[in-house]
C-alpha cells in the first residue's frame, strides 16, 4: 500500500499550518523513505509528481525542522528510478540544491544522496558525460573567485567541490574526478588559496582532490599532474591554518603513490618537508599534530623498498624539530589519537637509522624520558591503541640500537617516581 498511501500525502499536508504542517511534513518524509525499496511501482509520471511535490515542500520549509527528512525523501524517489529518465530526475534533484537557502546542509544532502547517487548508476557515455557537465555548470555559474566572497559564493563553491571529488558514473577512465580536478582547478586553488581561512570549503576542496588522487592510483600518468600541481599548496596552507584535513590529503597522496617518481616526486617530498619545517617545536592543534606525523610515518615507511621519499625525509635537517615537536605531543592533555601517531613517528624514525641518526641520537634521553613520562602519569596512555604503539616504539628502539637504548632507558627511569617493582 506504500503507493497508494505517498500519493495521499499533498492532500493529507493541504490547508495545515504550523506546527501540524510541520510534523506531517516530517512524517511524510519518513514515510517515503521507510518506503523506498516499494517505490518501484510508481510509474514514471507518478514519481515526476513526487519528486515536484516534495521539492516545493522543501522550498517552503526551508529552516525548520521537516527540510531534511523532506531532502532525504526527494534523494530516495530521485535515485530508485529506471536509468531512462536519469537526466529528468537529475534535474529535478538540481532544482533543490541551485536554491538560494540560508544553509547548505540541505543542499549538499540532495548532491551527495540523490545527484551523485544517480549519477553512480550509470555507465559512462556521452550521455552521462553530458549530465555531469550539466551538473559541474550549473555550480560553477553561481561561483565568483573574488577575495571577498559572500556566504552563498562560498556555499556553492563547497558543493562545487563535493561534486568534482564524488561525482563517478561507471566505467569512465581515468576515473571522473581526475579528470575534473584539472578542469576546475582554479576553484580548488582559490579554496587552498584566498579562501583557506574558510573551513568548509577548504575541506570540501581537500576532500576533492584526495578523492581524485585515490581513485586514479591505478592511472599514474593522469594523477601525477594533479600531485604535482597541488602538493605544495596542501603543505603550505596546513602548516599556515593548521589544518588537518589538507594533512590528511597529503597523506593521502603518500599512501596511494608509494612509488610515485619524477617530477611528483620531487614535488611531493617538498611538500613533506614544509610539513616538517613547519611543526616545529611548538605544540599544535592535536589533530593537526596527530596528521602531520601520520603523512611522516607513511612517507618514512621502509615498504616498498623502491620509495624516493623515506632517505630524503629521514635526513632532513628539520627532522630534530619535529622529533621534539613529538616528544611535545604526548603531554597529559593530548588525544589518543595524536599520541599514538607520535609515538609512530619516532618508531618510524628509528627505520632510518643513517639519515635519521643526527636528528634522534642526541636528543634520545630527553625523547625517551618524555616517553615514559607519559605512560606514567597521561590518562590516554592507558588506552590499548596508544599502549601497542608504545610498545612498537620500545621494541623498534632496542631492535636498532640494542644495549645503547636500553641504557639510555634507565636513565630516563631513574628520575621518575616508580617503585622498584614498576
Wanted: proline share 8%; hydrophobic share 50%; aromatic share 4%.
Amino acid at each position: 500500500h506504500a503507493p497508494q498511501l505517498i500519493g495521499e500525502l499533498p492532500a493529507r499536508v493541504h490547508g495545515l499550518a504550523g506546527p501540524p504542517r510541520t510534523a506531517m511534513l516530517m512524517a511524510a518524509g519518513d514515510l517515503v523513505v521507510a518506503a523506498g525499496g516499494r517505490l518501484g511501482a510508481l510509474d514514471v509520471a507518478a514519481r515526476d509528481a513526487l519528486m515536484s511535490w516534495l521539492a516545493s515542500q522543501i522550498a517552503e520549509a526551508a529552516g525548520t525542522p521537516a527540510e531534511l527528512p523532506l531532502c532525504e525523501a526527494l534523494c530516495v524517489v530521485g535515485a530508485e528510478g529506471p536509468e531512462q529518465g536519469a537526466a529528468r530526475r537529475v534535474q529535478g534533484l538540481m532544482a533543490v540544491v541551485l536554491a538560494p537557502r540560508g544553509q547548505t546542509a540541505a543542499q549538499e544532502r540532495v548532491l551527495k544522496t540523490g545527484v551523485v547517487a544517480v549519477i553512480g548508476q550509470l555507465r559512462w557515455g556521452q550521455e552521462t558525460e553530458a549530465l555531469v557537465q550539466g551538473v559541474l555548470r550549473s555550480l560553477e555559474e553561481k561561483v565568483q573567485l573574488v577575495d571577498a566572497p559572500s556566504p552563498e559564493v562560498l556555499a556553492f563553491a563547497r558543493l562545487l567541490c563535493v561534486a568534482v571529488g564524488d561525482l563517478a558514473p561507471m566505467g569512465a577512465a581515468p576515473p571522473l574526478p581526475v579528470q575534473l580536478v584539472g578542469k576546475y582547478a582554479a576553484v580548488l586553488r582559490h579554496a587552498l588559496g584566498v579562501w583557506r581561512s574558510y573551513e568548509p570549503v577548504l575541506t570540501a576542496a581537500c576532500n576533492a582532490l584526495a578523492s581524485a588522487v585515490a581513485q586514479g592510483r591505478r592511472c599514474p600518468d593522469a594523477t601525477g599532474p594533479v600531485v604535482s600541481g597541488v602538493a605544495m599548496m596542501l603543505a603550505r596552507c596546513a602548516v599556515a591554518e593548521q589544518a588537518a584535513e589538507c594533512a590528511q590529503a597529503l597523506g593521502t597522496f603518500v599512501r596511494v603513490m608509494p612509488r610515485v617518481e619524477g617530477e611528483p616526486a620531487r614535488a611531493l617530498g617538498e611538500a613533506v618537508l614544509v610539513l616538517v619545517e613547519g611543526l616545529g617545536a611548538d605544540e599544535g592543534r592535536p589533530d593537526f599534530v596527530a596528521e602531520c606525523f601520520q603523512v611522516l610515518c607513511l612517507a618514512l615507511r621502509k615498504k616498498p623498498a623502491a620509495s624516493t621519499l623515506a632517505p630524503v625525509v629521514a635526513g632532513h635537517p628539520s627532522m630534530r624539530a619535529a622529533v621534539a615537536c613529538a616528544c611535545l605531543a604526548l603531554g597529559e592533555t593530548t588525544t589518543p589519537r595524536a599520541a599514538c601517531w607520535s609515538l609512530l613517528f619516532l618508531q618510524a624514525v628509528f627505520q632510518w637509522p643513517q639519515q635519521s641518526g643526527p636528528a634522534l641520537a642526541p636528543v634520545l634521553p630527553e625523547v625517551l624520558s618524555a616517553v615514559c613520562r607519559f605512560l606514567l602519569s597521561a590518562p590516554t596512555a592507558a588506552e590499548t591503541p596508544v599502549l601497542e604503539a608504545a610498545a612498537r616504539f620500545l621494541r623498534e628502539g632496542y631492535g636498532v640500537m640494542g644495549a645503547g637504548f636500553l641504557k639510555a632507558l634507565e636513565e630516563a627511569l631513574q628520575p621518575l617516581p616508580l617503585r622498584a617493582d614498576e
